[in-house]
């Protein structure tokens, strides 16, 4: 009885617990004890793997190493604008939308939904042991590429035109990916396409990017240096050379700038096939062998193809590259894995529970049309037509080609919901039961003859034409097979019949008529504003986007979107497409006259501003600019107004006309105020001197410009910079 009583003390148990503990911790691998630093994990694994292995860990479709628990694992994955391309998830807008909405906060709030949703759909997949594309966390988003031009047909998946907005928004929707969490990465975000890369689309395998280094600094890598400053886990190398480089195998943008000059530590993935490329198409390396230990030497650690796996071996045996450069490139990868915790008890991951009831809930829906909200530019209503009055129309008639296009909802690059809300169904369930709804295509894409819908149009109290492009006219090489130039556009003009069956319905009646224009980039909105009463530019706007017009059109939310892009009268006013110098483009150094100027967007009231805090006079390079204005609402209504605050330079080499450099959203009620403070660090008024290859703040009289627009000037404060 003394023995059985002995067995059972709560110090024996102790023992044994200890001496359980300390077996477990045996057992374990250093690669796989928490306890340690993700590097020394990584290069523990390293040394367990053999050369053989090594090569195939660096191909994005990987078998994984069974023996040492290294999980099959597939890295493609994309979230532009939601989980795309695996079943059920919530699309919001498409990325160019996003950007309109000038809202960061918001961008983040998005970005955290869809990583929830990446992550409880990784869960449920583990589950049943699918580890295939698209279910992985590694995802190849956000787009930061400038859409230098509106002919370029992937211009819908970036932030637009400006830097600035660009990087605000994609360090917004990394810190929403990756989470923060000390420990583990919720997902892994890529800024993509490093670098220069923005058409023409029909030459991507084969383009060369001309570009001096001060428009390469200032436009074109400033986003960039902007997410690796902010920890984005991964940078994808885009197809193109720049400067003769080809950006997968190039010293200059992989190695000396990313790694050396920015000190990024994360993975460098290729764009799918890119170095199949560089020698079958730029034809700058005599075969794939060459190709691949180049790249390997380069920087790139992932390949999105399958060329490392089946020639790198080869490339050892012939003394081209050597196992330890092999090793190195591996480490960033593994790393990553590491931090997603790819290699730990899964109850260690602060994600692991999160499951079904995560995807698509209410939360995540309510998001998608709020930013759908926020997204859409009111671009006429100068008869204040808008909103509509539910009780002074008891019949209306919605037609056009994208009136009830999924198409026109979904952009590219998308996930699909079983809950999408088309234009017509949006306004249907919005206008109420005993309203007259009609709905008729009324026209395709190509007849320009026959047309449905005028008879119904003719007898409704107004007409909803909800018209003009989708993914399939405009966007990346392949997928937009209907677009004129290989993914890009031939004009600014929505389609012909499109515009014809515009002026038809005109013609039939002088009632109020309101046109939606669906589109990624620019458009003519000349040739349509005289046939409608009221113009509405709804992008491709998501699973909500008919919700969220309807919010718009009778008056629930005054519009709020801005221009991420310039809306020029005609291609021929841009330098040639295939030219990369900045002057002439966009805002920032385009002087002609514009249909509607980057960051304009009407509202259903009105704002006046007023200096509560004005600028100092005089400032240090080091300095804080800071300042707060008081934004009035003079109109009846409550609503939103976007500050934008630009910045004039002193007269200098090539600087730009203005740069947009903080703005802040801010919801203000009828008749009441807000406030909106700001702060500009000096240093990111820097500009690129050729003549010493540095960044520099330059002396002299610079001029801070607050407005709804980057031609309106509401406030105006001149201030000196000195040494």
């Known amino acids: 009885m003394l023995r059985l009583h002995t067995l059972h003390t709560p110090a024996f148990i102790l023992c044994l617990l200890i001496a359980f503990t300390a077996s477990a911790q045996q057992a374990l691998k250093p690669y796989q004890d928490t306890h340690l630093s993700a590097d020394e994990r990584v290069n523990d694994l390293l040394k367990q793997l053999t050369l053989e292995e090594k090569i195939q860990l660096l191909g994005f479709n990987s078998k994984g190493v069974p023996r040492l628990g290294i999980p099959v694992y597939n890295w493609w994955n994309e979230a532009l604008h939601g989980v795309a391309r695996a079943g059920e998830a919530t699309v919001f807008p498409q990325a160019v939308a996003l950007a309109a909405t000038f809202n960061d906060e918001l961008q983040q709030n998005i970005a955290d939904v869809i990583s929830t949703e990446a992550r409880a ?72 396409h490093f670098a220069v890369h923005s058409g ?41 050379r720049v400067n003769d480089e080809p950006c997968c195998t190039g010293n200059t943008l992989l190695h000396k700038i990313l790694r050396d000059e920015w000190k990024f530590k994360g993975h460098v993935v290729t764009d799918c096939w890119a170095l199949e490329d560089i020698w079958l198409r730029h034809k700058v390396m005599p075969d794939a062998i060459h190709v691949a230990a180049a790249a390997v030497k380069a920087g790139v650690n992932l390949d999105c193809s399958n060329m490392l796996q089946d020639d790198l071996l080869k490339a050892v045996e012939q003394k081209l590259i050597t196992e330890k450069e092999i090793e190195q490139a591996l480490i960033p990868s593994l790393r990553t894995q590491f931090k997603l915790g790819f290699y730990d008890d899964p109850s260690l991951v602060p994600y692991h529970s999160l499951g079904a009831e995560s995807i698509h809930n209410t939360h995540n829906i309510e998001q998608a049309r709020l930013a759908a909200q926020q997204s859409m530019v009111l671009l006429k209503n100068d008869k204040n037509i808008l909103p509509l009055k539910a009780n002074q129309y008891g019949s209306i008639l919605v037609t056009g080609a994208n009136a009830a296009s999924l198409d026109a909802l979904l952009g590219n690059y998308h996930g699909v919901s079983s809950n999408t809300v088309t234009f017509v169904e949006g306004i249907t369930k919005a206008a109420g039961p005993a309203t007259v709804v009609q709905y008729d295509l009324g026209c395709n894409d190509v007849d320009s003859v026959h047309f449905g819908g005028l008879w119904a149009s003719e007898n409704s109290d107004v007409t909803i034409a909800v018209l003009g492009l989708t993914p399939v006219s405009e966007g990346e090489e392949g997928d937009a097979f209907l677009a004129a130039h290989g993914g890009d556009k031939a004009d600014l003009s929505i389609p012909a019949s499109h515009l014809v069956f515009l002026k038809a319905l005109r013609k039939k009646h002088h009632k109020p008529i309101i046109a939606v224009i669906t589109a990624g980039s620019a458009i003519d909105i000349h040739a349509i504003a005289p046939y409608a009463d009221a113009v509405v530019l709804a992008w491709y706007s998501g699973e909500q986007g008919g919700n969220a017009l309807a919010d718009i059109l009778f008056g629930k939310v005054s519009p709020s979107g801005r221009l991420p892009v310039t809306f020029y009268n005609s291609f021929s006013d841009l330098p040639a497409y295939d030219s990369y110098a900045v002057k002439g483009r966009t805002y920032r150094y385009f002087t002609g006259k514009v249909q509607y100027p980057f960051g304009f967007g009407l509202s259903y009231t009105q704002f006046a501003y007023e200096w509560k805090q004005k600028p100092k006079d005089i400032y240090k390079p080091k300095d804080i600019l800071s300042f707060t204005a008081t934004i009035k609402n003079t109109g009846a209504m409550e609503g939103d107004e976007v500050v934008q605050a630009y910045i004039k330079y002193p007269t200098g080499e090539r600087v730009p006309l203005k740069e947009l450099k903080q703005f802040k959203r801010v919801h203000v009620a009828a008749g009441s105020n807000g406030e909106v403070a700001l702060t500009i660090p000096l240093e990111d008024l820097q500009k690129w001197n050729l003549k010493t290859s540095a960044w520099e703040v330059t002396p002299g009289k610079y001029t801070l410009v607050l407005g709804g627009n980057s031609q309106d000037e509401k406030l105006v404060h001149v201030f000196t910079v000195k040494k």
């Open 121 to 192: 759909k990784y869960n449920l997949a583990i589950k049943l042991d699918r580890r295939i594309q698209y279910m992985g966390l590694t995802f190849w988003s956000p787009n930061i590429n400038i859409f230098r031009d509106p002919r370029w047909g992937r211009g819908q998946e970036t932030y637009g035109e400006d830097p600035y907005l660009t990087s605000r928004m994609g360090k917004a929707f990394v810190r929403g990916l990756q989470g923060n969490d000390p420990h583990y990465l919720k997902t892994s975000a890529c800024a993509k």
């Open 200 to 240: 023409p689309e029909a030459n991507r395998h084969t383009f060369n990017a001309i570009v001096d280094e001060k428009d390469l600094r200032e436009t074109y890598l400033y986003a960039f240096h902007e997410l690796v400053n902010a920890g984005v886990e991964s940078v994808m190398c885009a197809y193109n």
